[in-house]
Each structure stands twice: as C-alpha cells, then as structure tokens.
C-alpha cells in the first residue's frame, strides 16, 4: 500500500505517547504527528539532549502543540513507572500509545530488574507502560468519537525466536548462549502475541503490532560489520529511510479504524504480516500475558497519579489552555528526580550511540 504522510487526517483534540522517540522511527513519527495538529506528543527516552531539541523543533514548527519528554530507562521499571505518573498527571487522554522503543543484538545482560536485556526492555517495559497508561486509554475510548490505539512496534525478525517461542525458565538469566537475533526474536515474539492478547482482552481500543521495514536508524548502524553486512545481503533493495521508517506506525496509528483488524499483526505499509506458528499462538499469548501480569503485579500508579488530570486542576489547564506567547505553550517536562537505582543513566548494555 502506498503512504503518504501528507494525507494523514487532521489530529485535532488527540494525544499520542511515543516511547522512544529520541532517536530513529520514533523521532520521525513525532515529527510526523506534529504536522497535523495534534492536542499533545508526549515521548520517552534517556538522552535528554536529543529530547530537548525536538521539543524545540516542534516548539518551532507547530508551537500550539502540547510536547513533553519524558525521561526514562526502559531497563528499569521503576523509570517507567515514574515517566508513566508524569504522564497521566499531566495528560487526562490517552489516544495513542506507541510502544517503539527497542534494542537489538545488544551484549548480554540483565535489566536492573533483573531480565534478559532485550526481554526486559522491548516487551516487559512496554507491558508496564500499557498496564499502566491502559486506564487512560479506556477512559478516553468511552468519550464521543474516541479510537484509542496501541501501537506496538515489532520486526519480521521475530521469526528468529528460540525454538519453543519463548523460554520463560530463562527469562531471568542473560541468555549468553543463544545466536545473534535470537533474544531481539524472542522480544519482537512477544509484542506480536502480547498486542494481539491485549486486543482480545479489551476490544474497547484497537492494538495492532507492525514490522516498520529495514529500517537506516541507530538500531541498525550501531551494529557490527558482520551484521551489517548480514543485514544488506538480506534486504539488498528494501532499506527504508527513518522517515519511511515511520510510515507502517503513522498508519496504524492514524488510518481509519475500519482498515485495521484488532489485534493482527502488519508489515510495511498495512499489509497482513507473514505468521510463525508461534505469533499465532494464542496459548502462548496467554501465557505470556499472564507471565507478565505477575512479574509487573508490584506497580502500580501512585492515588495522586491515577486520579489522573481533569481540570479544574491548575497544573493541567497549564498544559493544555494555549499560551499567547508561543515559545512559553510548549512546555518540557521537568526530569524525574530518580533514585540511581531507578536507571536513569545509560548502562554498559545500550548499544555505544544508541544514547547519543
Ligand atoms: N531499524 C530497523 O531496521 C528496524 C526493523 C524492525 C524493527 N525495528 C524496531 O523499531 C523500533 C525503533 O527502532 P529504531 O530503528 O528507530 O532504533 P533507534 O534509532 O536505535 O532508536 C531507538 C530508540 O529507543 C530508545 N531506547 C533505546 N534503549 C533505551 C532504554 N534503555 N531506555 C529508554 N529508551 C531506549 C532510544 O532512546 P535513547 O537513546 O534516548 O534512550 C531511541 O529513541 C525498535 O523497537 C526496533 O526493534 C527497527
């Protein structure tokens, strides 16, 4: 199918959350979005540096647009929870949540909270923020002419999961002996069965999963020769600019709600992806959200948090009512004060320029 950011439907009155937004597909969608009038882009990442030059360039170019970064490490889930609490005391609507972030082939190792880094990261951080933020989501597809989305972004490298799908008795241990892409398969796995389960349990929202292509980002540049050569050999014609990067996301997340099929998964551009035996498990997905449901049963969001942001909160209207002067309507979220064992520096285990 052939996209063109420019028809994307004015977003009038919407908010997105971008995790990952610093950097990659992530910062393109954002750039995207923002051309189309949206209520607020709210994005997560660790470099803040980066984080503050695209709330500056969306200050510049669309200054009635509501841009937050949010600070976060997706290796702990504490930081996640936190960045999650800004977010719903600052926003009372969530419309879509793109889950994006994401690390590849990456050295072994654990999480703060002690996962197989890609595990940890690209899914079990991604099914907090969900958990987390799935109340809003709820609350916002109850209000006239609502659509809330969950957008997860996965890879057609899912396909490279260990044999069995997912090792769940392994789940705690760094994996240091699999292949290279078989952890980073194994996470993909899991956005594709975990969005697909979250579309069975609450089909009140539309969560679809989405392979964005092969993709010119950080995710892959920071690779070794070795894999980067891999990489060309096997997708010798198809390598995607970010910009293109972004476009199966910006259609999942924006394109009618009648085009899409509630919890199936999406190659690039709104093409039914290839299945495994495995991300059509819906055993498996089952499992796995149960899995996850009780790892993450220790986070909640704290009461002042949850009570979400209505007016006539003053803290809320300050976000949301334009500002005469345009530069002062965008704000910055302030950093969250973390406690060090909440992650908020990069570890030995992020690719060396994934963090800038
Ligand atoms: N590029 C491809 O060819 C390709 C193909 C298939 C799927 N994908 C998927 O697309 C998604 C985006 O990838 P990309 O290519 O845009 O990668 P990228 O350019 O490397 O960007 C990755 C983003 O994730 C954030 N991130 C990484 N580690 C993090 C951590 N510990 N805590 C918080 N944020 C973290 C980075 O932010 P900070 O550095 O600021 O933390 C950055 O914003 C990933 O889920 C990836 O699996 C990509």
């Given at each position: 199918?052939?996209?063109?950011?420019?028809?994307?439907?004015?977003?009038?009155g919407?908010v997105?959350?971008?995790?990952?937004?610093?950097?990659?597909?992530?910062k393109?969608?954002?750039?995207?979005?923002?051309?189309?009038?949206?209520?607020?882009?709210?994005?997560?990442?660790r470099?803040?540096?980066?984080?503050?030059?695209?709330?500056?360039?969306i200050?510049?170019?669309?200054?009635?647009?509501?841009?937050v970064f949010?600070?976060?490490?997706l290796?702990?889930?504490e930081?996640?929870?936190?960045a999650?609490?800004?977010?719903?005391?600052?926003?009372?609507?969530?419309?879509?949540?793109?889950?994006n972030?994401?690390?590849?082939?990456?050295?072994?190792?654990l999480?703060?909270d002690?996962?197989?880094?890609?595990?940890?990261?690209n899914?079990?951080?991604?099914a907090?923020?969900?958990?987390?933020?799935?109340p809003t989501?709820l609350?916002?597809?109850?209000?006239?002419n609502a659509?809330?989305?969950?957008?997860s972004?996965?890879?057609?490298?899912?396909?490279?999961?260990?044999?069995g799908?997912?090792?769940?008795d392994?789940l705690?241990?760094?994996?240091?002996?699999?292949?290279l892409?078989?952890n980073?398969?194994?996470?993909?796995?899991a956005n594709?069965l975990?969005t697909?389960e979250?579309?069975r349990?609450?089909p009140?929202?539309t969560?679809?999963?989405?392979?964005p292509?092969?993709?010119?980002?950080?995710?892959?540049?920071?690779?070794?020769?070795f894999?980067?050569a891999?990489?060309?050999?096997?997708?010798?014609?198809?390598?995607?600019?970010?910009q293109?990067g972004?476009?199966?996301?910006?259609?999942a997340?924006t394109s009618?709600?009648d085009?899409?099929?509630?919890?199936?998964?999406?190659?690039?551009v709104?093409?039914p992806?290839?299945?495994m035996?495995?991300?059509?498990?819906?055993?498996?997905?089952a499992?796995?959200?149960e899995?996850?449901?009780k790892?993450?049963?220790?986070?909640?969001?704290?009461?002042?948090?949850?009570?979400?942001?209505?007016?006539?909160?003053?803290?809320?209207?300050r976000?949301?009512?334009?500002?005469p002067?345009?530069s002062?309507?965008v704000?910055?979220?302030?950093?969250?004060?973390?406690p060090?064992?909440?992650?908020?520096?990069?570890?030995?285990?992020?690719?060396?320029?994934?963090?800038?």
């Amino acid at each position: 199918m052939k996209f063109d950011p420019a028809r994307i439907p004015d977003l009038s009155g919407k908010v997105f959350f971008v995790t990952g937004g610093t950097a990659g597909i992530g910062k393109e969608t954002l750039l995207a979005l923002a051309k189309h009038s949206p209520k607020g882009l709210y994005f997560t990442g660790r470099n803040s540096q980066r984080g503050a030059q695209i709330v500056a360039d969306i200050n510049a170019s669309a200054p009635s647009i509501t841009i937050v970064f949010l600070e976060c490490d997706l290796e702990s889930l504490e930081s996640v929870k936190q960045a999650a609490e800004q977010f719903v005391s600052q926003s009372d609507r969530l419309d879509v949540l793109v889950c994006n972030a994401g690390v590849m082939n990456v050295p072994p190792a654990l999480t703060k909270d002690g996962y197989e880094v890609h595990f940890g990261l690209n899914h079990l951080a991604h099914a907090l923020f969900i958990k987390l933020l799935l109340p809003t989501l709820l609350r916002t597809a109850e209000t006239p002419n609502a659509d809330a989305r969950v957008v997860s972004v996965t890879s057609q490298g899912y396909a490279m999961h260990p044999r069995g799908g997912i090792l769940f008795d392994d789940l705690r241990t760094t994996q240091a002996s699999s292949q290279l892409f078989v952890n980073y398969g194994q996470s993909k796995l899991a956005n594709i069965l975990y969005t697909a389960e979250l579309a069975r349990r609450y089909p009140q929202i539309t969560a679809v999963s989405i392979h964005p292509g092969v993709v010119r980002t950080e995710l892959v540049s920071t690779q070794s020769m070795f894999t980067r050569a891999l990489i060309v050999v096997t997708n010798p014609f198809s390598r995607l600019t970010p910009q293109q990067g972004a476009y199966n996301t910006l259609w999942a997340s924006t394109s009618d709600k009648d085009k899409i099929v509630n919890g199936a998964f999406y190659e690039p551009v709104g093409v039914p992806g290839r299945h495994m035996r495995q991300s059509r498990d819906d055993k498996l997905a089952a499992q796995l959200w149960e899995w996850s449901d009780k790892e993450l049963e220790g986070y909640h969001l704290s009461a002042v948090a949850s009570g979400g942001c209505r007016p006539p909160s003053a803290r809320c209207r300050r976000m949301d009512t334009p500002h005469p002067s345009a530069s002062s309507e965008v704000q910055r979220m302030p950093m969250p004060h973390l406690p060090a064992s909440a992650g908020v520096h990069q570890t030995h285990t992020a690719p060396p320029d994934a963090g800038g």
